[in-house]
């Protein structure tokens, strides 16, 4: 069953509260996703680690219920 869009920023956002998350279906299908995600907690850490703080926060679905997205991570300006 495929993700939807306010499930992933759901996530997202319960692991990273101050987070501003846009989710884009790229294919109509709910399967691939870019998303662009700014929060505080990705402040000094290299581009790898904010990523996998993103896949930390969707607990495991990557890959399965979620094939595929695109990320865009930074902190705020």
Do not use: C, N, W
């Not at 509260?17 to 505080?40: K, R």
């Not at 990523?51 to 094939?67: D, I, N, S």
């Amino acid at each position: 069953m495929p993700m939807q869009p306010a499930e992933i920023e759901a996530l997202i956002k319960s692991a990273m509260p101050d987070a501003q998350v846009a989710i884009e279906d790229l294919a109509g299908d709910g399967d691939h996703y870019a998303a662009t995600v700014i929060s505080e907690s990705f402040r000094g850490l290299s581009r790898v680690k904010q990523h996998q703080l993103v896949y930390a926060a969707l607990q495991g679905r990557m890959g399965g219920v979620l094939h595929a997205l695109a990320l865009q991570t930074s902190a705020p300006e």
